[in-house]
T-cell receptor, first 116, second 114 residues
Framework: ETGVTQTPRHLVMGMTNKKSLKCEQHLGHNAMYWYKQSAKKPLELMFV???????ENNSVPSRFSPECPNSSHLFLHLHTLQPEDSALYLCASSQDWTAEGGETQYFGPGTRLLVL | AQKVTQAQTEISVVEKEDVTLDCVYE???????LFWYKQPPSGELVFLIR??????QNEISGRYSWNFQKSTSSFNFTITASQVVDSAVYFCALSRFYGQNFVFGPGTRLSVLP
């Protein structure tokens, strides 16, 4: 596997379900990100992890819960979502920000989530 | 605050035409990075280019070229002799020097018709 992978690619869930999105990067990076992309809206940064520590949470509702067990894996745990949470969820990774080129983010293919 | 504007929401061209995608940014930083990403229908954002604020040289990569003008805070992207495979949404983005506060523009949807 190369680059950034995300599973599942598609997910349909009810509002009472609990599910998790998984992201794995094979680039040796130290920072990982979750973005939400809704129809006709700009990309919204949700969470940032740098060296497994959460450094940013952009006022994301608590029904979204991130987890970063190591620098290669990032999860987004979902529970009691709303229909308006239906979107494409993108994961990205980058090198340490202090490294040359560390600010360039590389993206996975995304998980298309539909909440019924 | 940082902001990226892509005034063109959608553009349609016929194959082999040249097309320029506009990007205007706002930042109070003196050092920053600018990016272009391509998002084909499959959804993945593909990194195309990174440019730092110290380097105003234009860049060409095959059919792609980028024009960075600090004086007008613009970082425009031109595709020469467009192809159907260029159809995608293109995002311009801005980040601070150490990668924090990564801001994307709203994107421009490019349709290249055969």
């Amino acid at each position: 596997e190369t680059g950034v992978t995300q599973t599942p690619r598609h997910l349909v869930m009810g509002m009472t379900n609990k599910k998790s999105l998984k992201c794995e990067q094979h680039l040796g990076h130290n920072a990982m990100y979750w973005y939400k992309q809704s129809a006709k809206k700009p990309l919204e940064l949700m969470f940032v992890y740098n060296f497994k520590e959460q450094t940013e949470n952009n006022s994301v509702p608590s029904r979204f819960s991130p987890e970063c067990p190591n620098s290669s894996h990032l999860f987004l745990h979902l529970h009691t979502l709303q229909p308006e949470d239906s979107a494409l969820y993108l994961c990205a990774s980058s090198q340490d920000w202090t490294a040359e080129g560390g600010e360039t983010q590389y993206f996975g293919p995304g998980t298309r989530l539909l909440v019924l | 605050a940082q902001k990226v504007t892509q005034a063109q929401t959608e553009i349609s061209v016929v194959e082999k035409e040249d097309v320029t995608l506009d990007c205007v940014y706002e930042t109070r930083d003196t050092t920053y990075y600018l990016f272009w990403y391509k998002q084909p229908p499959s959804g993945e954002l593909v990194f195309l280019i990174r440019r730092n604020s110290f380097d105003e040289q234009n860049e060409i990569s095959g059919r792609y070229s980028w024009n960075f003008q600090k004086s007008t805070s613009s970082f425009n992207f031109t595709i020469t002799a467009s192809q159907v495979v260029d159809s995608a949404v293109y995002f311009c983005a801005l980040s601070r020097f150490y990668g924090q506060n990564f801001v994307f523009g709203p994107g421009t949807r490019l349709s290249v018709l055969p």
